[in-house]
C-alpha cells in the first residue's frame, strides 16, 4: 500500500509548501485509485477463474465413453437359431383342414393352400426364409405366362434352397393378374418341395 502511494504521489510534485488539505486530497485520490486497481484485478481473477470453468466443461463434455459391445447370447432369437432339420420338420407337418381350399381345374377338384397361408406358415417356422422370381416367360402363343421361383431356407448349419414353377393363362381374368397368379402357383410348389403342403399332393393321387 505504502509503495503504490509513493508510486501514485510521484506525478505531484510536493513541497515543503504544501499544505495538509491538498496533501488529504491527494491521499484520498491515491486511495481511491487503489481501490479501482484492486477492483479490476479482482475482476480480472474472476474472469480468469470462469475461463478456466469453462474449458474444464468442455474438457468433461469432450470425454468419449467407450460404447459396451451387446451379448449377441442375450439376444432372443427364434427360428435363426434352429438347425436346418428342425425347421424342415416343421414344414412337412399336415396343414390343418380349415386352412385348406378347393377349386376346380379341368373338371376335377383339387386342394390347395392358399399363398398367403403359405407364407404366414413359413414366417412362423422358418422367419430367415426368401423368395425370388428367377423367370417370366410367355408362351410363343402368347396365351400363358410361367414364372419360375425359388425359396430358400436359412438354419444355423445349412441352407437349401428349391425351384419351381407356375402357369396361368392370359386369357384368365377371373382374379388377379395372370403373371400373379403363375407366381402364387410356382410360390405354393415351391415351398411344397421343401415339405410344406406335400401332402396333399399325395391326397390327389390316392
Same mark, same amino acid.
Given at each position: ?48 477463474? *470462469?475461463?478456466? %470453468? $469453462?474449458?474444464? /466443461? ?5 470425454? @468419449?465413453?467407450?460404447?459396451? =459391445?451387446?451379448?449377441? #447370447? ?11 432339420? *428342425?425347421?424342415? %420338420? $416343421?414344414?412337412? /407337418? ?5 386352412? @385348406?381350399?378347393?377349386?376346380? =381345374?379341368?373338371?376335377? #377338384? ?25 423367370? @417370366? ?70
Amino acid at each position: 500500500m505504502a509503495s503504490l502511494v509513493k508510486s501514485l504521489l510521484k506525478p505531484y510534485s510536493l513541497s515543503s509548501s504544501t499544505s495538509s488539505s491538498q496533501l488529504k486530497s491527494i491521499v484520498c485520490i491515491s486511495s481511491r485509485s487503489y481501490a479501482k486497481v484492486s477492483a479490476k484485478e479482482k475482476e480480472q481473477k474472476e474472469k480468469e477463474k *470462469e475461463k478456466e %470453468k $469453462e474449458k474444464e /466443461k468442455e474438457r468433461e463434455e469432450r470425454v @468419449i465413453i467407450p460404447e459396451v =459391445e451387446p451379448d449377441v #447370447s442375450d439376444i432372443p432369437t427364434s427360428g435363426i437359431s434352429r438347425p436346418l432339420s *428342425e425347421i424342415l %420338420k $416343421e414344414l412337412n /407337418k399336415r396343414v390343418p383342414d380349415s386352412l @385348406i381350399k378347393i377349386r376346380s =381345374e379341368d373338371g376335377f #377338384s383339387v386342394k390347395y393352400v392358399p399363398w398367403h397361408i403359405v407364407n404366414r406358415i413359413m414366417n412362423l417356422h422358418a422367419p430367415e426364409w426368401s423368395g425370388e422370381v428367377r423367370d @417370366i416367360t410367355y408362351s410363343a402363343d402368347g396365351k400363358s405366362v410361367s414364372v419360375v421361383y425359388r425359396v430358400t431356407l436359412y438354419g444355423t448349419d445349412a441352407e437349401i434352397y428349391r425351384e419351381s414353377t407356375g402357369t396361368a393363362s392370359v386369357a384368365d381374368t377371373s382374379y388377379g393378374d395372370p403373371v400373379q397368379k403363375a407366381e402364387a402357383m410356382a410360390f405354393r410348389r415351391a415351398c411344397a418341395r421343401l415339405g410344406l403342403g406335400l401332402h396333399l399332393y399325395h391326397d390327389d393321387m390316392s
